[in-house]
């Protein structure tokens, strides 16, 4: 167990597992209960859980060819790290924050439209609660400013 022990480096084992994306969406098949039958809804959870677990797995992979000896002991390592992908990783870190971004948009006005037309227990159809969600994005994107927007939401996630 020693000689297992002492060949894993496990500082470098925990700052790899600190640079694990965050998967955003997959759940989503879950609340579609009465949209299609749950067989469907199962087998769409297991394929989404079996992506992000390649996801996660190839990421893994493609990082340790970055880790080196040498590459320090603190925060900085990962700056070290990045060094040799620096040129590109600032449009790479856009792309995936606007995708992220973009698919919990897309899953959250999903979920909105779907909780609008529960309470009003199917009055308001969902086609029409996705234009009120419009509306009301629309009507709060231009009564205030993007940091007021972000205040908002902070107030309602907490």
């Known amino acids: 167990m020693?000689?297992?022990s002492s060949a894993i480096d496990y500082y470098d084992l925990r700052v790899l597992?600190?640079?694990l994306i965050v998967?955003?969406?997959f759940e989503t098949s879950r609340y579609l209960g009465s949209?299609?039958?749950a067989k469907q809804r199962i087998a769409t959870m297991r394929a989404a859980q079996l992506l992000s677990a390649?996801?996660?797995?190839v990421f893994i992979g493609l990082t340790t060819v970055l880790f080196r000896k040498g590459l320090g002991a603190d925060v900085t390592a990962i700056i070290e790290m990045t060094k040799p992908v620096a040129v590109v990783l600032p449009i790479l870190l856009t792309i995936a924050a606007i995708g992220s971004q973009f698919s919990a948009a897309v899953a959250d006005?999903?979920?909105?439209?779907g909780l609008l037309e529960d309470i009003t227990h199917r009055k308001l159809p969902v086609r029409y609660?996705?234009?009120l969600i419009l509306l009301v994005t629309l009507g709060l994107t231009w009564a205030?400013?993007?940091n007021g927007i972000i205040a908002y939401a902070s107030r309602a996630f907490a």
């Open 17 to 19: 597992l600190g640079l």
């Open 144 to 146: 205030t400013n993007v």
């Open 54 to 57: 390649v996801i996660y797995l």
């Open 129 to 131: 609660a996705y234009l």
């Open 2 to 4: 020693a000689a297992i």
């Open 23 to 25: 998967v955003q969406g």
């Open 35 to 37: 949209e299609y039958p």
């Open 109 to 113: 006005d999903s979920g909105a439209g």
